[in-house]
């Protein structure tokens, strides 16, 4: 069969075994990941039926993983690590420690050496970042201190992944020659690092600020995939550095100009699509018969990740006086394993560390423990505040929603457009004492914006991505100030994001106000409705009309224009 051929009927049925898996999942109220993990084992060579091509998906995975760490890197902040100090570096550090500890003696038990232990488990120690997120979102648990701490674990963890995928192929190398391999790999690592993060600091936001002036949403789109991939490729062939290393630093110099929004609403829906073939490419890697054999090894793997790795994070948490109703929940939202482990584990096996056993282990766990996150995390949040309760009483303390520090007493309102009704709205909030947070295509508008001191997101509101980057989930309310956006499509986007926000639309022509309003828009003001009522209040008045029968004829235009 054709090359090509081979690639569309992958993709195709990759895909759409993904689709609908994933679908009946999130209906079951699991994580779409255990449909994807599923969807491999469906389209794999150990099932009946449809085979993808193995070669074909492993080759758009790697895509994937590129693309995974280029969004790790684009949401990564070293004020949020540093916001939790402490605990989420030293907590993630012996996490780390006593699961790959438990996995040596375990492993040796079952015949594997210690360094087979060592890498596996290191491998199982680092949770999935898709997981631990949805988790915490869908209890509302994103914002507070239980999900800063947990977020701060996994970036430590992420660090440490990335640390190994650089490591291990130097530390490993043929010759016995580890600390010339390792001085050497640690001197290209700093030079990329520098290369990238220095020149790259004005390079990147430059060469994404010319493209982002064409107002050609394409090219944008373009620009960043190709930033992404051609800096991972470079990491590769220049540095000798693993291409997830140059993705994941392409996107911290991204994520820390203004194009980070936008970048992350425009760019990244492709890396979901590919994050989801390297899904897929795992299980077709599983062959279920393989557990009459290896499942002593599966339970082992389950017991690190639900047993080990929770016990460590509460112990920590418990070190550092944390209360139970953070350290029981941060505990539970760790003990899973996602994307991270399965590319530790495909390393390990294509450096011949160990054979495929373990993924025929790794991936059955992982979709036992990815199943049951959300059910042990609500569960560990009723039994913190049962306990919290009984040690306190019944007025005990919740957490508090972090709010940054001078915004959280002044009511947020989200402007999408900075035109001359956008900069007259803006200006009347915050005399009014409100914060307006401005949305604007415009770079040069951005950054102006910027250069005041004043707060602005660059994007396209029509992206719910860049909408959560304003803040739109606590706004009180999302104001359209330019004509050339499409009210009725943002209105529909801003209501998936927060349901309850009231939406005030501008536009040119009275016939559209009905159509507006009729898809959710709150309240509509047209240009042809107000200059009608400006100009007919001059008139009036001018003519000396009492002010009884100007309000009255006023109040009478308005409903017939209404």
């Known amino acids: 069969m054709p090359h090509d051929v081979n690639l569309i009927l992958t993709l195709a049925g990759g895909l759409s075994a993904a689709l609908v898996l994933g679908f009946i999942t999130q209906k079951l109220r699991l994580s779409p990941l255990v449909g994807y993990l599923l969807a491999g084992i469906i389209v794999g060579p150990h099932s009946p039926g449809f085979v993808a091509d193995a070669s074909t998906a492993a080759q758009c995975a790697e895509i994937g993983v590129i693309l995974l760490m280029f969004g790790v890197g684009l949401h990564f902040h070293l004020k949020d690590l540093l916001a939790v100090g402490f605990i989420a570096t030293g907590g993630a550090v012996v996490q780390i420690s006593m699961a790959t500890a438990a996995s040596m003696g375990l492993l040796h038990l079952l015949g594997f050496d210690l360094l087979s232990g060592a890498v596996y488990g290191m491998a199982i120690a680092v949770a999935s970042t898709v997981v631990l997120t949805r988790v915490l979102a869908d209890n509302h648990d994103l914002h507070n201190p239980t999900g800063h701490v947990a977020l701060g674990w996994l970036v430590v963890e992420d660090i440490f992944t990335i640390l190994l995928l650089v490591l291990l192929p130097s530390v490993l190398s043929p010759g016995g020659q580890f600390w010339s391999a390792l001085g050497m790999t640690l001197l290209k690592l700093g030079a990329l690092s520098v290369f990238t993060l220095v020149a790259g600091q004005k390079l990147i936001p430059l060469f994404l600020g010319y493209v982002a002036r064409t107002g050609t949403r394409d090219l944008f789109t373009l620009a960043v995939l190709a930033l992404a991939l051609g800096i991972a490729v470079a990491a590769a062939q220049f540095f000798g550095a693993s291409m997830a290393l140059g993705a994941f630093l392409a996107g911290m110099v991204v994520g820390q100009s203004e194009f980070s929004a936008r970048a992350a609403a425009e760019a990244l829906p492709l890396r979901d699509a590919f994050a989801v073939l390297f899904f897929v490419s795992v299980g077709m890697l599983f062959d279920p018969a393989s557990l009459l054999q290896d499942w002593p090894l599966m339970l082992v793997t389950l ?56 993924n025929n282990a790794l991936i059955p766990a992982a979709i036992i423990s990815i199943t049951f996150n959300p059910m042990l995390y609500r569960k560990a949040k009723e039994l913190a505040q049962k306990w919290e309760n009984r040690k306190h009483g019944d007025h005990a303390e919740h957490d508090a929603c972090l709010v940054a520090p001078g915004e959280g007493d002044r009511a947020l309102v989200v402007v999408v457009g900075y035109g001359p009704v956008g900069r007259s709205c803006c200006s009347i909030l915050r005399h009014g004492g409100m914060l307006p947070v401005v949305v604007e295509m415009n770079i040069d508008t951005v950054r102006q914006l910027l250069g005041e001191g004043l707060p602005v997101v660059h994007g396209d509101a029509m992206q719910a991505e860049v909408l959560r980057k304003a803040g739109l989930e606590k706004a009180e309310a999302l104001l359209l100030t330019s004509v050339s956006i499409a009210a009725g499509e943002v209105t529909h986007i801003a209501r998936s994001v927060n349901p309850h926000v009231p939406v005030l639309a501008h536009t040119a022509f009275v016939s559209e106000a009905r159509s507006l309003r009729g898809q959710g828009v709150d309240a509509v003001f047209s240009g042809e409705r107000e200059v009608a009522l400006a100009m007919a209040e001059h008139l009036l008045r001018t003519a000396g009309a009492p002010e009884v029968y100007v309000q009255s004829e006023l109040a009478r235009v308005r409903e017939k224009l209404d």
């Open 303 to 358: 017991l690190v990740i639900m047993v080990v790795k929770p016990l460590g994070a509460l112990l920590m948490t418990n070190l550092f006086r944390k209360p139970a109703r953070l350290g029981l929940p941060v505990a539970a939202s760790l003990a899973q394993v996602g994307e991270f482990s399965f590319i530790l584990a495909g390393l390990g096996i294509s450096l011949g560390v160990f054979d495929q056993r373990v």
